[in-house]
């Protein structure tokens, strides 16, 4: 678990990103209780575990305003959740600011956290309740500190499966519909990355951009050819998010293709006539 002065950072690092690519040993997972919580909602009120658990399963997902997957996967979310919203309960955990830039900084204070909940529940219109984690990150750092993760528990609060990446919605869906039967997930664990990445790159540059340009400069300085592929990606909206950056990875692999070519063309000596 890294200190909290590490947790609370204003500029995103490298080592952060690399550490959202994979589940933590010793963290919780499919059989595993999921930590209680007792935390307060971005619309008001509190959010109680111990309110949910022996009624009915729920599904927890982190997230954040300025996380490019949180975006690109609540779309996908808000259809499951149009399915199973009434045998499952979802709650979003609002945790630290994924991106933070001069227009959308980390916050430090309860008030500002808590703000920032709102915000992201009005901006994406999400249906479901958003309980905001302390200042510290003591329940994300308690869950492995992910950006865009989900755990979806029994009715007893026991962890049935867990997703690296929400946006993982063909996984997580055959895990909720297994659920809202009764009955365990096939696949208690998912950490497929390559389709929610590709939704997350799509809409990074103009979620960083929200942000400030801050966070679009620590995203070079942190992981120059993800900035690259964001920038291209955004030239082709209105596509979907995925297809943006498969368009983006296809032009760069044709740019590629093209220089060599025109290498290849330079290096080749002049017939004689």
């Not at 909602?41 to 729920?58: F, L, V, Y």
């Not at 008030?111 to 909940?117: M, P, V, Y």
């Not at 992201?120 to 994300?140: E, F």
Request: glycine share 8%; with cysteine; aromatic share 6%.
């Amino acid at each position: 678990m890294t200190s909290t002065s590490e947790y609370v950072y204003d500029h995103v690092q490298s080592s952060t990103l690399q550490k959202d690519m994979a589940f933590q040993p010793g963290t919780p997972g499919p059989g595993d209780r999921l930590p209680v919580f007792d935390l307060p909602a971005a619309n008001g009120g509190h959010i109680r575990s111990s309110a949910i658990t022996g009624n009915k399963p729920m599904l927890l997902v982190t997230g954040s305003y300025t996380c490019p997957m949180t975006a690109s996967s609540n779309p996908a979310l808000k259809r499951l959740h149009r399915r199973y919203g009434g045998q499952i309960v979802f709650v979003m955990l609002h945790v630290r600011e994924a991106h933070p830039g001069e227009l959308f900084d980390q916050p430090h204070d309860m008030d500002t956290k808590i703000r920032n909940a709102g915000i992201l529940k009005s901006r994406d219109k999400l249906p479901w309740a958003v309980a905001v984690d302390d200042t510290h990150g003591t329940l994300h750092r308690l869950l492995d500190e992910k950006p865009n993760a989900v755990w979806l528990t029994d009715r007893e609060g026991t962890i049935v499966y867990r997703g690296l990446w929400a946006g993982d919605d063909e996984a997580l869906g055959d895990a909720l519909e297994a659920v809202s039967k009764g009955r365990l997930p096939k696949k208690r664990e998912s950490t497929s990355r390559l389709k929610p990445m590709a939704a997350g790159i799509g809409v990074m540059r103009e979620v960083t951009q929200r942000s400030g340009r801050r966070a679009e400069a620590d995203l070079w300085k942190a992981a120059p050819p993800v900035a690259a592929l964001a920038r291209i990606a955004d030239l082709y909206k209105p596509l979907p998010p995925h297809l943006r950056t498969a368009a983006a990875a296809a032009t760069i692999g044709l740019g590629a293709t093209a220089l060599v070519g025109a290498l290849s063309a330079l290096r080749k000596p002049a017939r004689r006539r």
